[in-house]
């Protein structure tokens, strides 16, 4: 059969304080896992990555009550036209984010449109977390739930037998008009034998290209950090090893933490360097370093064959699992860029949210050592869980500034589908009036209890951000003064 794979347009908003969301070239990693299982078992994919081929294009969306929604992407007509140059037998379509969603059924009706028999299959955390929902639109006929290589190449084979999948794990679909959701139980133990995402369907060079024509509008994190040339990204694990209430790995990757065998990671870096001329590689892992020693085997791995590439954690590591010998190790190997994620300075909402205990003086030295080996660092800290006091958050805050941190940030406490933050926001009653998944992004106050508002902490992140780049600002141009002093004969 041939299958068409979309990545859908991406929504990015303007604040009413002046703000806005930055641009990120976001390689679709996910989608060409799925697509080179596909190609295995003997379909031909096409991938349309709608935001990256589009991304010089910004379209008004809708005023919302906190600010502009603006779509960066194809326009729809022409992802319509796409799809029908296409002629797909079956359209997939990838809805990572809750604030994508409905880019991801416009794109499910515009599959519609071209043919209605075409079948349609979405996946992602989103559709994971809420399958019967999104199946209530009727342009969508199938969700695969969770990590979706071995269910998607099933379903396309009931869908070549003319069979419902009825037997399928991790499945939803329509039957006599009515959502049935099979929720995920099995995960994919053998992480080795998946086959490496296929890069071969998308222009590695465009990712690279729209960094830098839109440098200064990218956001810290991810793509913010590509300094090295041709890049792409990779998975050595699955899953993470903690429980953080805010997080929703569990819907996609389930409760355990999975890693590939330490060959397989580092052949796959050799194959991109060599194959592709890849110089620059961002680890997308929950938790790189979930498992330390894995993570310094991949190290003294990369040191033996001698590949010289450089990588980056901008997904956060730990702190819990970190040590100078880790660091070391991973500067040797050609790792420049980490985002250490540490959360929060209260220990009770480090208990009861977090679930992971905060150990300020090791913070302190992992940050000296990270400094020392000259590594590029973002650290990410979150305001505003329920319960959470306003002395709780400016500890949070001085702790931040009283750290040796250039690059630091502040994100709001978001009530993501499939996560128990959201079942207590529920339960609770704290979402915000009007709740609005369009909302649902880290800049943007979703909970409201006694101690602060959602105005308030997204006041209170703004003031941090426009502190830092004062700071910033101001030591750059210290710099640039000396650098311009005459020198003393």
């Not at 791995?301 to 699992?321: F, K, M, S």
């Not at 709780?392 to 750290?403: C, F, H, M, N, V």
Request: charged share 25%.
């Amino acid at each position: 059969m041939k299958i068409l794979l979309i990545q859908p347009a991406k929504p990015i908003l303007h604040k009413q304080d002046g703000s806005r969301e930055g641009r990120q070239a976001m390689f679709p990693l996910g989608l060409l896992y799925i697509a080179a299982a596909a190609e295995r078992a003997g379909h031909v994919v096409e991938v349309l990555d709608v935001p990256t081929e589009g991304f010089a294009t910004e379209e008004f969306l809708e005023e919302l009550p906190h600010g502009t929604l603006m779509r960066i992407g194809l326009p729809m007509p022409e992802v319509g036209r796409r799809i029908a140059a296409a002629q797909p037998d079956v359209v997939g379509i990838s809805c990572l984010l809750s604030t994508s969603a409905d880019e991801a059924l416009k794109c499910a009706a515009a599959a519609k449109q071209v043919a209605p028999s075409i079948p349609v299959v979405l996946g992602g955390a989103h559709p994971s977390a809420l399958p019967a929902e999104m199946l209530g639109d009727r342009s969508v006929d199938y969700v695969v739930i969770g990590e979706g290589e071995e269910t998607f190449v099933q379903l396309l084979q009931c869908l070549g037998d003319g069979r419902v999948p009825r037997a399928l794990d991790g499945i939803g679909y329509r039957e006599q008009g009515q959502p049935v959701v099979r929720p995920k139980t099995r995960w994919i133990d053998d992480l080795d034998a998946l086959a490496w995402p296929a890069r071969h369907l998308v222009d590695l060079r465009r990712y690279v290209d729209n960094y830098y024509k839109f440098r200064a509008q990218f956001e810290y994190g991810h793509t913010r950090s590509m300094e090295w040339g041709m890049y792409t990204s990779m998975l050595a694990s699955r899953g993470c090893p903690y429980d953080c209430s805010f997080c929703a790995k569990n819907v996609v990757w389930g409760r355990r933490y999975r890693t590939r065998s330490v060959a397989s990671v580092v052949d796959e870096m050799e194959f991109l360097v060599k194959r592709h001329g890849v110089k620059e590689i961002h680890f997308e892992d929950e938790n790189w370093a979930g498992n330390p020693e894995h993570a310094k085997q991949i190290c003294r791995e990369i040191l033996r064959r001698g590949l010289d590439v450089a990588w980056a954690l901008p997904n956060g590591i730990t702190l819990h699992t970190m040590s100078e010998e880790l660091l070391r190790l991973m500067r040797q190997a050609g790792a420049y860029s980490l985002t250490l994620s540490l959360e929060s300075a209260s220990p009770r909402i480090c208990k009861r949210f977090i679930h992971k205990p905060i150990d300020k003086d090791k913070a302190v030295r992992m940050i000296g050592v990270i400094r020392e080996l000259g590594f590029e660092l973002f650290v990410g800290f979150m305001i505003g869980f329920p319960g959470e006091t306003l002395a709780e958050i400016q500890e949070t805050i001085r702790w931040a500034e009283s750290l040796d941190v250039e690059n630091f940030g502040f994100a709001i406490a978001t009530p993501l589908p499939g996560t128990q933050l959201l079942d207590l926001c529920e339960h609770e009653g704290l979402l915000v009036a009007g709740f609005d998944r369009r909302r649902l992004r880290f800049s943007v106050g979703n909970i409201q209890t006694d101690q602060f508002t959602p105005a308030l902490l997204e006041r209170l992140r703004r003031e941090e951000y426009l502190r830092i780049h004062r700071q910033r600002a101001a030591r750059d141009a210290c710099d640039a003064a000396t650098t311009c002093l005459p020198t003393t004969p």
